[in-house]
C-alpha cells in the first residue's frame, strides 16, 4: 500500500485473533509481554487454528443504505489442532442464517454466538485438519452504521465505501470500492483478518447494467438480470491473503493492454479516458522488467489498475487489481509535474513482494513495504538511470531522517497497532537497508537471493528470518550481523569522519567514530568503500567500520585532493564530516555519482558562499539532475551582480527549455525575483504557453508580485 504522503495514521485500534480452539489454548499475541525492557506488550503471528481453503461470495448492493446483502461458502478445515468451533471475524453484520453445507448440498443449521465483531460457529463436531467442511452464512454487511471511536477506530476502516450512492452529489460519480488492508475488508463478508490466513476466492457481484466491476483474478462470465442489473462473476484461483480481496466498480470506461498472454487494464473516469495509456503505459514494460529482474514470471491471472474517488490511501495493490487516488485522474497537462510512476512500479512490485509472498504478521510488515519501495528505485534505476534513482532514494533517506521514528525497530512486535507499522521506517529505511545489502551481498547475489526466497515461499508467508535464510542458503555466508542490526534494531549511526595527510611518511589517514547513542542504537559493522583522489589518479580501499573509534591509513603519494568515503554513497547513515570549499567543489567535479554531487552542493550551501562555492552553483545549473539543477537555480539569489549578469541567459533558458517542469518553474520565480530589474515580459510571455500547473502558478505568482 502506498500512504499519502507515506505518513503514519493513528488511531487504529488493536485486533483480536480470529480463531478458536477447545483442544489447546492459545496465548493472544496482543495480550502477551514483550520481555524487552520497557515494554508491556508483545505482537507476535496471529494463531494460526482455522485454515480456510476457499471463499465463494454472492453479493448485491444496497445503494440507499450502503449495505452489501451477501451470501458466503466458506471452505476450510482445520490448521492443525481439532475444532469444534470456528470464530470468524463479521465486523457491524446483520446474521441471518449460519449452517453447514452438508454431502448432499443440504444447509445444516448451526449454532452460533455474535457480538458484533466476532461470529463463533460451533460446528456440531470435532474436526481434525485431514477434514474439510463448508459454512453458510447469509448476511447484511452494514459499514454505514458503524461508528467511529466505538466500533472502528476512524472513517478510513469502513472497508467497502459508496461513493455518491445516491446520486445527489453534482460533479460526482456513483462508484463503490474496498479497502482491506490491515484488517477492514471483515466489514463487507465473514472472514479471519491478518495476513496469515491465505485462500483462493470466487465473487460474484450485482451492479446496474450499466455499471462497470473489477475483482480479484479472471472475469468468468456476466449474466444480465430481468430487472436492469447485471452480475459479473469473478474468480481467482491462486491463493491470497483474505485482506487482498477487493470489489469495486462504478461508470468506468475500460482501456485495454496486454503483456505477455496476459490483460492488462486500466479503469478510468470516461472524462479521463484519453489519458489511461500516457498515465498507466509504461506498465507492460514494468511487468517485463520485474518479472527478468527477479527471475519469477509474474504470477497472477491478469493486472488491473482503478482511479476512485475519496481512496483514503496513495493506492492498494490488491492482488491483480490494484486500486489508486483521484489524484491519478490525470491530463497530459497536470502529468508534466507528476506522473506517480513511484506509485505505479511500488503497487505492481507488491505483487511480488507482499502478494505472493506475504509477511507472516504486521510486525513484519517491511517485507511487503520495504520490497515495495524499493521496487520503485529498481524502476527508476532501469528506466532512466542510476543518478535518478539515487535522486529518490536520497528523498527517500531523507524522509526517515525527518521522521524522527529513530527509535522504532524495523521489524518490531511492540506497536501499539498495526495501522502504526505503516510510516517512515517500513517504507523509506526499509527500501534503504536493502539498498545496503544489495551493495553489501553484490547484485548477482541480491538477484538470486530474491529468486530463491520468492520461489520458496511462493503464495505463502514468509517471516525476517526466511528472508536471511534465502540470502544465506545462496551466498554461503551468515548475515545475522546485517539483519541484526538493520532490520530488528532501532536507529542508524552517526558517523564522524576526519582524515590528515602526512607529507614525510607519504601516508593519508581515515579515522571514523560511531557517535550514536550505543545504549539504545547498535554498534554497528558497515563495509565501505573510501576512493582517495590524486592528481594521478583514483584508488578504491575497501573497509570494514566495526568499532567505536578505527584509524585506516593508506599510502598515498601525494597529498589527495579528495577522500572520498563511502564512495558508493549507499550506508544509511548521518556524517559529519569537514571538509575544504576546494575539497567539495572537486567532488562535486570528479566524484561519479548524484550523491557526489548533491552532498558536495549542500555542504558549499552552508558554508560561506565564497568564490569557490559560487562558481560550483554556477556550474550546477547545467547539472543533468533535475534536483540539482533546481537547487541551483534558488541559490543564484546569493550571487553577486557581475555573477547575475553571466548566468542570467541561463535562468532564462531554463524558465523555457528545462525538461523539468519544476526547474522551469523555479526559474520564473528567480526572474521575477532575483532577477526583477531585467525586462523578463517576452519570457513569460512565451512560457504562458506552458502547460504544467507548477508553471503556470509560478506566472500568476509573478503577476501577483507586480501588483
Known amino acids: 500500500m502506498t500512504k499519502i504522503f507515506r505518513a503514519c495514521l493513528a488511531g487504529f485500534a488493536a485486533f483480536l485473533f480470529s480463531a478458536c480452539s477447545t483442544q489447546k489454548i492459545v496465548l493472544d499475541p496482543v495480550t502477551v509481554k514483550a520481555n524487552t525492557p520497557g515494554s508491556n506488550i508483545y505482537r507476535g503471528s496471529y494463531p494460526h487454528l482455522t485454515d480456510i481453503l476457499h471463499t465463494k461470495l454472492e453479493l448485491k448492493l444496497d445503494w440507499d443504505s450502503s449495505f452489501v446483502i451477501g451470501k458466503a461458502w466458506i471452505e476450510a478445515r482445520p490448521y492443525f489442532y481439532p475444532l469444534n468451533q470456528v470464530s470468524l471475524n463479521a465486523q457491524g453484520f446483520r446474521i441471518n442464517k449460519v449452517a453447514l453445507i452438508s454431502k448432499d448440498d443440504n444447509l445444516d443449521s448451526l449454532n452460533y454466538k455474535y457480538d458484533g465483531k466476532h461470529l463463533l460457529i460451533?460446528?456440531?463436531?470435532?474436526?481434525?485438519?485431514?477434514?474439510?467442511?463448508?459454512?453458510?452464512?447469509?448476511?447484511?454487511?452494514?459499514?454505514?452504521?458503524?461508528?467511529?471511536?466505538?466500533?472502528i477506530s476512524s472513517p478510513g476502516n469502513r472497508g467497502i465505501y459508496f461513493i455518491n450512492p445516491t446520486a445527489t452529489e453534482p460533479n460526482?460519480?456513483?462508484?463503490?470500492?474496498?479497502?482491506?488492508?490491515?484488517?477492514?475488508?471483515?466489514?463487507?463478508?465473514?472472514?479471519?483478518?491478518?495476513?496469515?490466513?491465505?485462500?483462493?476466492?470466487?465473487?460474484?457481484?450485482?451492479?446496474?447494467?450499466?455499471?462497470?466491476?473489477?475483482?480479484?483474478?479472471?472475469?468468468?462470465?456476466?449474466?444480465?438480470?430481468?430487472?436492469g442489473t447485471r452480475t459479473d462473476f469473478w474468480r481467482q484461483e491462486q491463493p491470497h491473503s483474505t485482506y487482498l480481496t477487493m470489489v469495486a466498480g462504478g461508470y468506468f470506461s475500460v482501456i485495454k493492454d496486454k503483456w505477455d498472454d496476459k490483460e492488462v487494464n486500466y479503469y478510468m473516469e470516461p472524462g479521463y479516458a484519453r489519458y489511461a495509456k500516457l498515465i498507466f503505459g509504461k506498465t507492460p514494460e514494468m511487468l517485463e522488467f520485474f518479472s527478468k529482474k527477479l527471475d519469477v514470471k509474474y504470477p497472477w491471472e491478469k493486472y488491473s489498475q482503478i482511479v476512485v474517488r475519496d481512496f483514503n490511501d496513495g493506492a492498494m495493490e490488491n492482488t491483480t487489481a490494484t486500486v489508486f487516488f483521484e489524484r491519478m485522474n490525470m491530463t497530459d497537462s497536470s502529468y508534466l509535474d507528476e506522473n506517480y510512476?513511484?506509485?505505479?512500479?511500488?503497487?505492481?512490485?507488491?505483487?511480488?513482494f507482499g502478494d505472493l509472498v506475504t509477511t507472516e504478521s504486521w510486525a513484519n510488515l517491511p517485507l511487503n513495504e520495504s520490497f515495495a519501495t524499493y521496487g520503485e528505485y529498481l524502476w527508476n534505476e532501469y528506466k532512466y538511470g542510476r543518478d535518478f534513482a539515487d535522486l529518490y532514494g536520497w528523498k527517500d533517506t531523507q524522509a526517515y531522517f525527518n521522521s524522527e521514528k529513530f527509535t522504532q525497530n524495523v521489524i518490531r512486535f511492540d506497536y501499539a497497532d498495526s495501522e502504526h507499522m505503516f510510516d517512515q521506517v517500513s517504507y523509506q529505511k526499509g527500501g534503504r537497508i536493502l539498498h545496503m545489502l544489495r551493495k553489501t551481498v553484490g547484485d548477482e547475489a541480491f538477484f538470486k537471493s530474491l529468486t530463491h526466497y520468492l520461489k520458496k515461499h511462493s503464495y505463502k508467508t514468509a517471516e525476517i528470518h526466511d528472508l536471511r535464510i534465502a540470502f544465506e542458503e545462496v551466498t554461503g555466508q551468515d548475515l545475522n550481523w546485517f539483519f541484526n542490526q538493520w532490520f530488528l534494531a532501532a536507529g542508524h549511526p552517526v558517523l564522524q569522519i576526519e582524515n590528515t595527510y602526512d607529507s614525510f611518511s607519504r601516508k593519508s589517514t581515515i579515522i571514523i567514530k560511531q557517535l550514536q547513542d550505543l545504549s539504545k542504537i547498535p554498534l554497528y559493522t558497515i563495509p565501505l568503500s573510501i576512493d582517495i583522489y590524486t592528481s594521478a589518479k583514483v584508488e578504491r580501499k575497501n573497509i570494514v567500520v566495526n568499532k567505536q573509534s578505527q584509524s585506516f591509513t593508506f599510502d598515498v603519494a601525494q597529498q589527495p585532493e579528495l577522500v572520498n568515503v563511502d564512495a558508493e554513497k549507499y550506508v544509511l547513515a548521518e556524517k559529519r564530516e569537514k571538509k575544504s570549499a576546494q575539497e567539495y567543489a572537486f567532488q562535486y567535479q570528479k566524484a561519479p555519482l548524484f550523491m557526489d554531487r548533491l552532498e558536495a552542493f549542500q555542504a558549499l550551501a552552508r558554508l560561506p558562499l565564497d568564490k569557490t562555492a559560487?562558481?560550483?552553483?554556477?556550474?550546477?545549473?547545467?547539472?543533468?539532475?533535475?534536483?540539482?539543477r533546481l537547487l541551483a537555480v534558488n541559490a543564484t539569489s546569493r550571487l553577486n551582480e557581475q555573477e547575475k549578469d553571466i548566468v542570467y541567459p541561463t535562468i532564462k533558458s531554463l524558465a523555457i527549455t528545462d525538461e523539468r517542469s519544476y526547474v522551469r518553474a523555479a526559474a520564473i520565480t528567480a526572474l521575477s525575483k532575483t532577477f526583477s530589474s531585467r525586462d523578463n515580459n517576452d519570457i513569460f510571455l512565451k512560457a504562458a504557453s506552458d502547460k504544467a500547473p507548477s508553471v503556470r502558478n509560478a506566472l500568476a505568482n509573478t503577476q501577483k508580485n507586480k501588483s
Open 172 to 227: 460526482k460519480p456513483q462508484q463503490f470500492w474496498t479497502q482491506g488492508e490491515p484488517e477492514c475488508n471483515s466489514t463487507w463478508f465473514p472472514t479471519i483478518d491478518g495476513p496469515q490466513e491465505k485462500m483462493t476466492q470466487e465473487i460474484s457481484i450485482t451492479v446496474p447494467k450499466k455499471m462497470v466491476t473489477l475483482s480479484n483474478g479472471a472475469l468468468d462470465f456476466s449474466s444480465d438480470n430481468e430487472d
Open 614 to 628: 559560487r562558481e560550483v552553483c554556477i556550474s550546477a545549473l547545467g547539472d543533468k539532475s533535475w534536483q540539482i
Open 341 to 352: 510512476e513511484d506509485i505505479i512500479s511500488h503497487e505492481l512490485f507488491h505483487h511480488w
Open 122 to 151: 460451533d460446528l456440531g463436531k470435532t474436526y481434525t485438519n485431514d477434514q474439510k467442511f463448508t459454512l453458510f452464512i447469509d448476511y447484511v454487511a452494514m459499514p454505514a452504521r458503524l461508528k467511529v471511536g466505538e466500533d
